[in-house]
């Protein structure tokens, strides 16, 4: 990754950066780049920009494509995973002992899955996240961080960027870099793979129902697909866990109703981190797992995404069971996976650990968790584990070393300066299987997020990274 997008001139030209961070403010609002604030979460009367970066972030244009090009085979990749129960279970055997969460979430798995399925189709909307990893040669590669399987973000907002970084760079007499910000519609492909899944489901008055918490600052982002929905006429609601609680309810052939309307898909953005369930969240969900209704994610995916069996899958042989005969494809997967090591009780468990303790500023320890924030580095690497025996939880990764670039991060209330950042793409996967018959596998656009080098980890919803776009070079 180059160091920045735009001439050093500019970069450091203080007054005109003051004017292109008001103009860029202001183009934000304007294109509908918008977050509730902390002190009015709950209302849409007060709202202000979501974070994001003054300039583009240069992203060398064949890592970029090798990214697009991988996705629609993890899309298959997590469909096969989430049907295959044996693999699920002899790859979660450790964490579901220590690990409450992941183990509710597999017991309703195995519940439905002891279960006549109740509907044939699969959906998925999925994102691949990644980082370029610098070598000691100084080329970079692409490494996947990880694929989240449920609630992925931004794809609304993210459709909204392009115009307001290429309106920036007219407006710095950049005219000739505005042409090389990509258009990007996420929104409209996500859109598009629900409004699929929805026809397919067969009912005209059945709705989308977006499982939603009850905070939800980042509401614009679901509006822009919700919208999407609507301009093809398929009616949408938005209901919490709560809400499915006191009026949802299974008819006689399992069709989900709630508020008295049958719901043709369900689609999470909330319910994959512990806080997201009580005991209630837990019934409501077994109950739309066993329900007629189109589960985006069911169960089977969004453990398709766990930390583990992301470990699981870099290990020897693995894909090919996945792919049989497909040498191509698995060599192209494969060729994203940073190392990745199991933390299992045993001697490679303890030759993992070892590792860990002799180097930790090498690694980084993951959990078994989704929604930012909740990774380990450093020296804590040693503390937890040395301190917890429940060290199956967690699975170790190579700590991947990107190329700083410079930037201005603009974020409300906050001041503008310059910053050394670190970036994070993202690709969104949409894929709906009828069956054994795959109707739908595609690439639906991309996200760039961005962040100052001084903190670790932490995404866009947790405060720490802001909206970007690539700069292909």
Excluded at 136 to 165: C, M
Aim: aromatic letters at 8%; charged letters at 25%.
């Amino acid at each position: 990754m180059a160091a920045e997008a735009v001439p050093e001139e500019v970069l450091l030209n203080n007054d005109l950066i003051k004017e292109l961070v008001e103009v860029a403010k202001d183009t934000a609002l304007l294109h509908g780049l918008l977050l509730r604030t902390k002190e009015s979460p709950y209302s849409s009367e007060v709202v202000s920009y979501i974070p994001f970066t003054l300039f583009p972030t240069p992203v060398p244009r064949d890592l970029f494509q090798q990214a697009l090009q991988v996705q629609t085979l993890f899309n298959q990749l997590v469909d096969k995973i989430s049907r295959d129960s044996c693999f699920l279970e002899e790859a979660l055997a450790g964490p579901i002992k220590v690990d409450m969460f992941t183990a509710r979430l597999f017991q309703i798995y195995r519940t439905v899955q002891q279960e006549a399925c109740a509907q044939s189709i699969a959906l998925c909307l999925n994102r691949s996240d990644y980082m370029l990893d610098l070598r000691p040669d100084r080329n970079a590669t692409l490494k996947q961080i990880e694929i989240n399987t449920i609630a992925a973000s931004f794809g609304g907002l993210a459709s909204r960027t392009p115009d307001v970084h290429r309106h920036i760079l007219k407006v710095a007499g950049l005219p000739e870099h505005s042409k090389r910000v990509l258009d990007n519609n996420p929104a409209a492909g996500l859109a598009s793979a629900l409004a699929k899944a929805w026809e397919l489901y067969g009912s005209v008055k059945a709705v989308v129902m977006f499982l939603v918490e009850d905070i939800q600052r980042n509401i614009f982002d679901h509006r822009c697909i919700e919208n999407e929905l609507w301009k093809r006429n398929i009616p949408v609601i938005r209901r919490r866990f709560s809400d499915v609680f006191k009026t949802g309810l299974l008819d006689q052939d399992k069709k989900l109703f709630v508020d008295g309307k049958e719901v043709a898909i369900v689609y999470f953005r909330h319910g994959y981190m512990p806080d997201n369930y009580t005991e209630q969240s837990w019934e409501v969900r077994l109950m739309m797992e066993r329900s007629q209704a189109v589960k985006c994610p069911d169960i089977g995916t969004q453990l398709a995404g766990t930390k583990k069996v992301q470990q699981v899958l870099a290990q020897p042989g693995v894909l090919e069971r996945f792919f049989p005969n497909e040498p191509e494809a698995v060599a192209r997967i494969r060729a994203t996976f940073a190392g990745l090591y199991t933390m299992d009780i045993g001697e490679e468990g303890d030759r993992t650990v070892a590792m860990a303790l002799a180097n930790p500023e090498k690694f980084v320890l993951k959990p078994q968790r989704e929604g930012g924030g909740n990774n380990i580095y450093g020296e804590e690497i040693c503390r937890v584990l040395q301190e917890k025996s429940e060290r199956v939880a967690y699975i170790l990764m190579d700590k991947v070393n990107p190329q700083p670039s410079r930037n201005y991060l603009l974020r409300h209330g906050s001041p503008v300066k310059l910053a050394t950042c670190l970036s994070e793409l993202g690709i969104f996967g949409a894929h709906i299987r009828q069956g054994t018959d795959v109707v739908w596998n595609q690439c639906a656009g991309h996200l760039l997020r961005t962040k100052s080098a001084e903190y670790a980890d932490g995404g866009v919803a947790v405060g720490v990274a802001v909206l970007d776009n690539p700069f292909l070079v």
